[in-house]
Structures are given as structure tokens and as C-alpha cells.
């Protein structure tokens, strides 16, 4: 079992084109701050050899509370055609899980390690708001929930605290890739929002030895 920190950003590529004369296309990232606590469990096996290496595999899995909120005030014009965005946007990653190799050094009870592997994870973004001008529409009751894949690097120590039982201290950083959240058109006119996951952990847990 384990239970941790996590956070750092969601970040929302966009990108506006406006077939005005002349056309206009304006791209950028949108970014919020993330945060809240995670907590979940892992599986896996290690092997020691020649003779204070230690080699394994983990997976694990975790509810998660961490989550971010914007507020959105954007204005684009080409001369002939503007358009102007109000509202809010956020998002919550609702769990997330890893599959990792682990390599360290041991020390007697003292093991310490890195780690490394593929991440996966769900995202509900909800937008709400509106858009006027040359593009136009309702943002209300915008959500959606994208499955992320990516990969995650960190590294720990883990201590014996008796033959079986361990306690661990781990860092991990974790990248979800990108996901497109929707888009409006209007004729030429278009405007595009994809949310980008990553954000770092910091977790205390224990392991059970069989």
C-alpha cells in the first residue's frame, strides 16, 4: 500500500484560425496550476544478485484527487473577424496506474533505487463559459474524460523493517501526453483546446515480502 503528493500542471494547447482578410491563425499553451493527494497499492517481484543488486518489476494503481481550475478571458481579431472567449476551464485526474522496471543498490536493510516505465491514467476536463464573434457557441456543460498513456521516471529508498515487511520512500515523475478536449468551426473559422497531462509524486508505502 502507498499514499502520496502529487501535482505541477495541466496544460492546454489551442490554436484559433479566422479566414478574415487578412486570415489570422494564433496558437499557445494555457496552463493551471495542479495539486491534491493520491493513494493506492503495488504488485511486483525483485531478485537479488551479484550480490547487493536487486532487479524487479512494479505495478501500481491509484485513486486521485489532483486537480487544477483556469479562468478564461481570450480575445482574437484579424481586422475583419474577432472572437472572444469567457469562461472557466479545469481538470481532475480521476486515477492513474504505472508498470515499472526497478534497479538499486542494497545495503543490508537499506535499498536504494530507480525506476522507470509506462503510465496510464484517466482525465475529466469541464469547460463552461461561452464564445461570441465570428465563432460562436455555449461552452456550458462541456466534460470529458480522455485515457491517457505516457511514461514515468523516479527513483526511492526502501528500508527493511523486518524479514518481510518494508517501508518505502519514492519520487516519480509522470507524463500522460496530450488529448484533444473539443473544438468549434464556423465555416473557416476554428477553434481548437487539447488538455496535456504531467505532474510529479512524492509517496511514503509498504511492501510485503512473500
Do not use: C
Not at 26 to 35: I, K, T, W, Y
Not at 73 to 93: E, P, R, Y
Amino acid at each position: 500500500v502507498h499514499g502520496g503528493f502529487g501535482g505541477d500542471k495541466f496544460t492546454y494547447p489551442f490554436s484559433i484560425n479566422l479566414d478574415g482578410a487578412p486570415p489570422m491563425s494564433v496558437g499557445g499553451n494555457l496552463s493551471l496550476n495542479s495539486s491534491g493527494f493520491y493513494g493506492g497499492g503495488q504488485v511486483g517481484y525483485n531478485w537479488q544478485f551479484a550480490p547487493q543488486w536487486v532487479g524487479g518489476l512494479e505495478a501500481d494503481i491509484n485513486a486521485s484527487a489532483i486537480e487544477g481550475k483556469l479562468g478564461l478571458d481570450l480575445n482574437a481579431t484579424d481586422g475583419t473577424d474577432s472572437v472572444h472567449i469567457n469562461g472557466s476551464a479545469g481538470s481532475k485526474l480521476d486515477y492513474f496506474g504505472t508498470v515499472r522496471a526497478r534497479i538499486g543498490w542494497a545495503n543490508g536493510p537499506l535499498l536504494l533505487y530507480g525506476t522507470g516505465g509506462f503510465a496510464y491514467g484517466d482525465v475529466t476536463s469541464s469547460i463552461s463559459g461561452s464564445a461570441s464573434g465570428a465563432i460562436s457557441g455555449s461552452l456550458d456543460g462541456i466534460s470529458k474524460t480522455n485515457h491517457h498513456t505516457g511514461w514515468t521516471i523516479g527513483g526511492g529508498v526502501e528500508y527493511a523493517l523486518t524479514r518481510n515487511v518494508s517501508l518505502k520512500t519514492e519520487y516519480k515523475w509522470v507524463d500522460l501526453g496530450t488529448q484533444d478536449l473539443f473544438s468549434l468551426s464556423d465555416r473557416a473559422d476554428s477553434l481548437k483546446l487539447s488538455e496535456t497531462t504531467k505532474f510529479h509524486t512524492l509517496e511514503v508505502g509498504l511492501n510485503y515480502r512473500f
